[in-house]
């Protein structure tokens, strides 16, 4: 069994990838939900979704998040009535039924891993997708000019565009582990971090009481896959966020934010110089092709990851 840790698109893509190399059912994704948002009275779990969609081939290719073949019939409806100001966060039609279901069934008193286990058996996933809590876990920006807001507020509404100076989870305190979560973590054979933002999308899971633990008690299974290749996010505002937080944006600053949980780290060919910066950060560095630009390329990432893990 290999449990893994991952955000929205760079985790879900990671997730496949070990999908494509291991029997799915032998994968449990544990999931970041501090992304989760209500709009509309819908609840919507951004992470959660792109993980279901994408394992279970719905996934929309250009974007990696939202539903293939997607229609927005609805969101045009709502911007022409409220004039933009209440249509600034995109919900597909197909999507907008994921997000009707949900809330249908917490308002009937089902929890959000119950309720996502019921989705992904809709998309025929087989790989156990668990949200890291059951319990709201808020995502809160401080922006530079000190004004606090939510994440999708900051990701989506502001493009990511403006300048951060602290993140918090609100909540995290007072969250459970969702069901199955510490089991899984506790019993898989290899952790995988997935190269998704370390900031806003691992640290939440891990900030959850008993998940972080549980990962470092594991260090040493633990394998991440860095999300910054030679200083750079592939995608969104993770390299940014890393150095507007005090943290170096490279593979360095990644293995000394992983290092109390992570045993290795793998990092692109681009980072091979950085390697030894790496293992003086006690992390262990394993240099190979790290871009998922293709099935082929993806399987071999998978195969590096589990031969890291497992062999340590
Ligand atoms: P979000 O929830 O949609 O923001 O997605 P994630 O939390 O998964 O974060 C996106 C991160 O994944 C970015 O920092 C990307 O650099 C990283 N990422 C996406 N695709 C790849 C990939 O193919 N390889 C690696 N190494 N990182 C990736
Ligand atoms: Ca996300």
Request: aromatic letters at 4%; hydrophobic letters at 45%; glycine letters at 12%.
């Amino acid at each position: 069994m290999i449990a893994a840790v991952a955000g929205g698109v760079g985790g879900a893509r990671m997730l496949r990838a070990l999908c494509s190399v291991v029997d799915p059912a032998e994968l449990t994704a544990v999931v970041n939900t501090g992304d989760d948002v209500v709009l509309h009275g819908l609840h919507v779990s951004p992470d959660v979704d792109t993980v279901v969609y994408t394992l279970g081939g719905a996934a929309n290719p250009d974007t990696g998040w939202g539903r293939v073949g997607e229609t927005w019939e609805a969101m045009a409806e709502l911007r022409a009535l409220s004039g933009g100001r209440l249509s600034w966060f995109n919900l597909g039609d197909r999507d907008l039924g994921t997000h009707l279901y949900r809330t249908a069934r917490l308002a009937e008193g089902a929890g959000l891993g119950q309720v996502t286990a019921e989705i992904a058996a809709r998309f025929g996933v087989a790989t156990r997708v668990l949200p890291m809590s059951d319990d709201p876990v808020e995502t809160r920006v401080t922006l530079a000019g000190g004004e606090e807001v939510g994440f999708q507020e900051y990701f989506v509404g502001r493009g990511h565009q403006v300048q951060v100076s602290a993140v918090r989870f609100a909540g995290v305190e007072s969250a459970r582990a969702g069901p199955g979560v510490l089991e899984a973590l506790s019993e898989a054979d290899a952790i995988v971090i997935c190269p998704s933002n370390p900031v806003v999308s691992v640290a939440p899971v891990l900030a959850v009481p008993g998940v972080g633990e549980v990962v470092a008690r594991r260090r040493e299974r633990v394998v991440a896959v860095s999300p910054i290749i030679a200083g750079r996010a592939l995608k969104g505002p993770a390299d940014r966020l890393l150095a507007e937080l005090g943290h170096e944006p490279s593979v360095v600053g990644i293995a000394r934010l992983w290092s109390p949980w992570a045993a290795t780290l793998v990092v692109d060919v681009a980072d091979a110089g950085s390697a030894p910066a790496v293992e003086a950060a006690g992390v262990r560095c394993v240099v190979a092709p790290t871009v998922m630009s293709g099935p082929e390329e993806s399987a071999g990432l998978a195969r590096t990851v589990l031969r890291s893990g497992v062999a340590a």
